[in-house]
């Protein structure tokens, strides 16, 4: 192991510090400065794309939307039509299509 003779500085605020802490207790560290160094070091910045997400909210949102307006048509009449079948199927491939998406940026990740 090589010596450590480099101090780096800086600042935080008292929430930050909070939940530096937290963080810091949470993964069990005996040393704030080895967890810091570590998190530094080892750790992953993710950037995420809130479109993606947001969109694949709206798909699982329509998609509940439309199973409870079937239930209410199936309830009063019924009758359930191959067409409402049809556009859950192609909204849930697209819900698959965006879940493995995130899956295998998640994949990546890993070391």
Known sequence: M?????????KVSDEELEKIEDKFRLAGGKSMSRFVRQMILEGMVIVFSDEKLN????????IANNINQIAVRVNSTGNIYDEDITQIKEEMSEIWRQLNYFQSLLRKLKP
């Open 2 to 10: 090589s010596r450590k003779n480099h101090v780096i500085t800086f």
């Open 55 to 62: 969109k694949l909210i709206s798909l699982v949102g329509n």
